[in-house]
């Protein structure tokens, strides 16, 4: 069956070192994988997009990288801050097109101290 | 342009008792999910609605559905209540042809 694990349920780290986060899958071919901030008692909050042709995605601080065929991606936090404290989610499609089904995985609890 | 909107914010109810969770999607979002997120299972893929239309489906009982109305706002509703549907329970809309999901505050339902 169809599997995502995020391979930390917490990660603590420094204030201003870069936080890597890691999400491999299973089982399927998504065209994009996706990921998503959230905050205790709120929604997943998207933050970047990154499509199967595509290596690498930039935003600001934030990098992802998107490996087929290892099926792996992963998430950087570049000078991170305790304001990026937060759960950080990978989501993929099923494959099938569908781009209005999701499948989340566990999320990592990443924590900055100052 | 306002965000996502669900309402409730929190229920309590009994088992055995129905509940109906609304959503009102971004203005011009056609598609409308929910999701169920509990600290076991994380985040489930409930169901999916666009044009009026269920597109997808996860795997839920049938005590579990939804509907969508014209102007995209969308009702799940979860009856014969078990204590097990405690969870938050999310919306997001999106556009349909894109896939970046913007999700609501959610729903606490707590069943006692």
């Known amino acids: 069956s169809q599997k995502i694990e995020q391979n930390s349920e917490a990660l603590n780290i420094q204030e201003g070192k870069t936080a890597t986060l890691t999400c491999n899958y299973t089982n399927y071919s998504p065209a994009y994988l996706q990921w998503y901030r959230q905050d205790p008692g709120r929604g997943p909050v998207f933050l970047l997009l990154i499509r199967e042709n595509e290596k690498e995605k930039r935003k600001e601080r934030l990098k992802v990288t998107f490996d087929t065929t290892l099926k792996q991606s992963l998430f950087h936090i570049t000078a991170s801050q305790p304001a990026d404290s937060a759960t950080y989610l990978c989501a993929l499609d099923d494959g099938s097109g569908n781009t209005g089904k999701l499948i989340f995985g566990q999320g990592t609890t990443l924590q900055v101290k100052p | 342009k306002a965000g996502v909107t669900q309402t409730p914010r929190y229920l309590i109810k009994t088992r055995g008792q129905q509940v109906t969770l609304s959503c009102s999607p971004i203005?011009?979002?056609?598609?409308v999910s929910w999701y169920q997120q509990t600290p076991g299972q994380g985040l489930q893929f409930l169901f999916e609605y666009f044009s009026e239309t269920q597109r997808n489906k996860g795997n839920f009982p049938g005590r579990f559905s939804g509907r969508q109305f014209s102007n995209s706002r969308s009702e799940m509703n979860v009856s014969t209540l078990e204590l097990g549907d405690s969870a938050l329970y999310l919306c997001?809309?999106?556009?349909?042809?894109?896939?970046?999901?913007?999700f609501g505050q959610g729903t606490r339902l707590t069943v006692v």
């Open positions: 203005s011009g979002h056609r598609s």
């Open positions: 997001a809309s999106s556009l349909g042809a894109v896939p970046e999901a913007f």
